[in-house]
T-cell receptor, first 113, second 114 residues
């Protein structure tokens, strides 16, 4: 079946540090890939997505590139801010009759001033 | 409304009680999903509706869990004879039924079974 594996946290970084959160997936066919974010006290919301190989999703300074050859979708940001502190979920949705989204375990990021 | 609305926000139940959790999706969204999120974990799929039809209920953990969406909009997740292991946040999400379309999540219902 489909699955997502992402690095476990928590990840603690100083402000302006470089961020990478690793994500790899297993799926049949060519899924769409997503990063969702959950800020403290808020619901899950989409951060970025990519729907085909070599696509790069980007939003709010975050980027992730759909790498079919390595089945990966790593999240990166060049300079994190305290406001980026949240839980980040890698996810995929498989082709088929409908779009069932499968989530990873989530990686908690804490950015300290 | 502007977003996905879930109620109640918090629910405390005694073991053995029945509970009903409500989800009001974004108007016009064909697809509706229920997920269960245990503490420190990612959301786990429970069930999927396309309009009023429940097309996938493979994630429901037992026959104590039941979901419905009779008119293709509001959905209710019912848990009968609640157990402590049912304690979790129950998330509802809706979307347009298009490839690569994102999910819009509600804030969830936090269920605590004592």
């Amino acid at each position: 079946g489909n699955s997502v594996t992402q690095m476990e946290g928590p990840v603690t970084l100083s402000e302006e540090a470089f961020l990478t959160i690793n994500c790899t997936y297993t799926a049949t066919g060519y899924p769409s890939l997503f990063w969702y974010v959950q800020y403290p006290g808020e619901g899950l919301q989409l951060l970025l997505k990519a729907t085909k190989a070599d696509d790069k999703g980007s939003n709010k300074g975050f980027e992730a590139t759909y790498r079919k050859e390595t089945t990966s979708f790593h999240l990166e940001k060049g300079s994190v801010q305290v406001s980026d502190s949240a839980v980040y979920f890698c996810a995929l949705s498989a082709l088929g009759g409908y779009q069932k989204v499968t989530f990873g375990i989530g990686t908690k990021l804490q950015v300290i001033p | 409304g502007a977003g996905v609305s879930q109620s109640p926000r918090y629910k405390v139940a005694k073991r053995g009680q029945d509970v009903a959790l409500r989800c009001d999706p974004i108007s016009g969204h064909v697809s509706l999903f229920w997920y269960q999120q245990a503490l420190g974990q990612g959301p786990e799929f429970l069930t999927y509706f396309q309009n009023e039809a429940q097309l996938d209920k493979s994630g429901l953990p037992s026959d104590r869990f039941f979901a419905e969406r009779p008119e293709g909009s509001v959905s209710t997740l019912k848990i009968q004879r609640t157990q402590q292991e049912d304690s979790a946040v129950y998330l509802c999400a809706s979307s347009l039924a298009r490839l690569g379309e994102k999910l819009f999540f509600g804030s969830g219902t936090q269920l605590s079974v004592l």
